[in-house]
């Protein structure tokens, strides 16, 4: 059995909205390229991405909204008729064969749960996956079909396992939460920014779930500017906790790589640090409790050349107990892409310190992260008894 297998395929760029929309899925290539030049990624380690069927996207999403979709990628449909499913916006707009895109996305996912769920492979990468804002009839947030949702669904009926789905994105898994508010099979736990400041302004404490289903939803909305420290406690905690309460048969983790300082949608203060511990403790976590099945997928991040290859990079060693890269990055990665690149490259594994001017409020926000932490963890482990 392999330690861990990484989907990818050279068309997965094709989800691309425009050359100026902030979601740009070159950074997959930028992340597979960092990987092959520190020779963590071989060829044989890359599987193919494949395409979802119809039949396996419509375990997530409503028909007529697939078909929506594809006749909105043929310039069959004007945007007034796309409006009420969330395409032809100014944040998911309508592109070229967008369901083809769609559905390799989903495709890709599905391949990393076959080869985790079938032994082949103990964890499984898929970067082109984590669009966690996609619901049953409706896209949002960039996000047109949910490949988690699918992925979950596609888990229950094929293989009737538990599934445990941790999602670290900054914006709020508000498309996975919803999905499965009401399933005591799933449970799923978010850790972001609070919506007070950000898309898509849920996520709070109290949305527990619904009917069976509550006590399996855990939410953890952290203060905008929220640094390492703060953010790693809540994690390891939470963590740690919904695993033990939940217990589930197989881990998918959302990666999410916008809660970095550089991020230019959000509002939090992480540095690479935070990525280097996340996978860490998942992948601990899905030994003890899973027998190792660990699906991985992307998500947000949108400084795509100083933070996302670096930190995407973090999950892969993880995964394949290879040592956390660390000094400057390969020249020759450097110099392939800087050119490329509207900002200078950082130009090693770790950020420089300081980053950032301190943060007059630091104490406080720390507080009033505290402070949420108890009283989700209350929560937790009333439901214990």
């Known amino acids: 059995m392999k330690n861990a297998v990484f989907i990818y395929s050279p068309e997965q760029l094709g989800y691309k909205f425009s050359d100026s929309h ?9 992340t597979m390229d960092l990987l092959k030049s ?31 979709v594809k006749k909105a990628g043929h310039g069959l449909l004007t945007p ?16 070229t064969n967008m369901h083809e895109a769609s559905a390799l996305l989903v495709g890709s ?27 049953h009839g409706r896209a949002s947030g960039f996000c047109i079909y949910n490949d988690s949702t699918v992925a979950i669904r596609y888990i229950q009926e094929k293989y009737n396992a538990r599934v ?33 400041y950000l898309f898509p302004g849920t996520g709070n404490v109290t949305e527990r779930g619904n009917g069976q289903g509550y006590g399996t939803s855990f939410n953890f909305p952290i203060d905008a500017f929220t640094e ?20 589930p048969d197989v881990v998918i983790t959302q990666n999410g790589a916008d809660a970095h300082y550089f991020d230019p949608l959000t509002h939090l203060y992480g540095t690479m640090k935070i990525y280097q511990e996340i996978p ?36 892969w060693t993880e995964m394949n107990d290879l040592p956390c890269p660390s000094g400057p990055l390969p020249t020759q990665w450097l110099e392939r892409w800087q050119s490329h690149s509207p900002v200078p ?33 209350h929560i937790i482990r009333n439901e214990h008894r």
Request: hydrophobic share 40%; aromatic share 12%.
């Open 80 to 95: 007034q008729q796309c409006e009420m499913y969330g395409i032809g916006t100014e944040d998911t707009p309508i592109f």
């Open 228 to 247: 390492d420290e703060s953010f790693l406690m809540i994690y390891e905690q939470a963590v740690r906790e919904v695993f033990d309460y939940f217990k």
């Open 280 to 315: 860490k403790l998942a992948h601990k976590l899905a030994h003890d409790y899973c027998d190792g099945k660990w699906i991985a997928v992307g998500g947000g991040g949108y400084d795509i050349w100083r933070v996302v290859p670096r930190a995407w990079s973090f999950i």
């Open 164 to 196: 445990l789905y941790i999602d670290t994105d900054a914006h709020h898994g508000d498309g996975v939460q919803w999905a499965f508010y009401d399933d005591p099979n799933v449970c799923t736990l978010s850790i972001h920014e609070t919506g007070r």
């Open 345 to 377: 490259f950082i130009p090693t594994w770790e950020d420089p310190t300081p980053l950032y001017e301190p943060i007059p409020r630091k104490a406080e926000i720390e507080e009033k992260n505290a402070q949420m932490l108890m009283k989700a963890l």
């Open 22 to 30: 902030p979601f740009n899925h070159k950074r997959l290539l930028l």
């Open 109 to 135: 996912t599905l391949q990393a749960v076959d080869y985790v769920m079938q032994g082949k492979s103990r964890h499984a990468l898929n970067l082109g996956g984590g669009l966690h804002h996609g619901f």
């Open 38 to 68: 520190i020779g963590a990624l071989s060829d044989d380690d890359i599987i193919p991405a494949r395409v979802a069927t119809d039949e396996e996207i419509a375990l997530g999403h409503d028909v007529k909204y697939i078909d929506t």
